[in-house]
Nanobody, 127 residues
Framework: EVQLVESGGGLVQAGGSLRLSCAAS????????IGWFRQAPGKEREGVSC????????YYANSVKGRFTISSGAAKNTVYLQMNSLKPEDTAVYFC????????????????????WGQGTQVTVSS
């Protein structure tokens, strides 16, 4: 059974940093993609970033490019999202999600391709 567990959320002032973790277990396929999504109150969930396990390719939404960095641990079973220069508009529940194959380039934001989801972690950025 595939499980994804997020951690690292919290309250931070604007301009600050947080690092989210997504602990993945139970993947039985060699190649997979782990994406980060977020959902702010009253808004649709949006794709933030994605990393492919096969070649380490990374993708970002324009809204976070240059501020957020996605990476994987040495064992590739943990994916991190380093968030710097946080803004109040980054406030949301952040979810990690996974599926087989790779991030599919700019289509990583397509939620339907993700088969597994974590429970989410709250990130609040105060002004």
């Amino acid at each position: 059974e595939v499980q994804l567990v997020e951690s690292g959320g919290g309250l931070v002032q604007a301009g600050g940093s947080l690092r989210l973790s997504c602990a993945a277990s139970g993947f039985t396929f060699d190649d997979y993609a782990i994406g980060w999504f977020r959902q702010a109150p009253g808004k649709e969930r949006e794709g933030v970033s994605c990393i492919s396990s096969n070649d380490g390719s990374t993708y970002y939404a324009n809204s976070v490019k240059g501020r957020f960095t996605i990476s994987s641990g040495a064992a590739k079973n943990t994916v991190y999202l380093q968030m710097n220069s946080l803004k109040p508009e980054d406030t949301a529940v952040y979810f990690c999600a996974g599926h087989a194959w790779d991030c599919s380039g700019s289509y990583f934001t397509e939620e339907d391709q993700y088969d597994y989801w974590g429970q989410g972690t709250q990130v609040t950025v105060s002004s």
